[in-house]
């Protein structure tokens, strides 16, 4: 199954539920927060353990959170910054729009489309089992695919300009998604990830 949505209606035929929100926030907002964060945020390039080898990638990233949570993934660990007010603010509209309450952000900076994200699942430790992820996607469009782990099912979906992607309930457990490169886009996207860490 390969799928373009742009509704908030599941986008997954079974496992899980993904809803889409295409437009929660206009042009002007979208422009003004993209500054902002692009500029104010603490934005250091990501580090990765792949086969016991640090590496350092290209995309950038940023963790923030009410306190000082720690977050490990890739075997790296990070220690959040205080949320900003620009942060809280989104924030607010992600919980308002998925009916959950977060407490952390995991920031996302693709300079192009040369840069992107291999499969995986947020499945760590610190998120717990069924957690609920609200993606906001700033600047440039994305393509965004989902995969089953034991079916040869894929979903895609394009992430608009200020779209709100929200993945709940066992799509952790039983998708993998990515953000694949691509040379068609040369321009850059912010992802904000709001996540709720147990504690």
Not at 43 to 48: A, F, G, S, T, V
Not at 57 to 62: E, F, G, I, Q, S
Not at 97 to 126: F, K, P
């Amino acid at each position: 199954m390969d799928l373009f949505s742009n509704n908030n209606s599941n986008l997954l035929p079974f496992d899980g539920l993904v809803n889409y929100f295409p437009k929660v926030l206009n042009q002007e907002n979208c422009n003004n927060y993209f500054n902002v964060l692009l500029n104010s945020i603490a934005w250091k390039n990501d580090e990765i353990v792949m086969f016991g080898k640090r590496i350092i990638t290209k995309r950038k990233t940023a963790w923030y959170a009410i306190n000082n949570y720690s977050y490990t993934y890739s075997s790296v660990t990070k220690i959040a910054l205080p949320f900003t007010k620009e942060l809280i603010e989104l924030k607010n509209i992600a919980e308002q729009l998925s009916n959950t309450t977060y407490n952390s952000c995991l920031l996302n900076l693709y300079h192009n489309g040369s840069e992107g994200m291999a499969w995986h699942s947020d499945d760590e430790v610190e998120l717990g089992k069924n957690n609920t992820i609200a993606s906001l996607s700033l600047g440039a469009i994305r393509p965004f695919y989902f995969k089953h782990k034991k079916q040869l099912t894929k979903v895609a979906v394009s992430l608009e300009n200020g779209s709100l992607l929200v993945m709940k309930e066992a799509t952790q457990t039983h998708w993998l998604h990515s953000l694949p490169i691509t040379k068609k886009v040369q321009t850059p996207r912010i992802n904000l990830t709001f996540r709720t860490i147990k504690t």
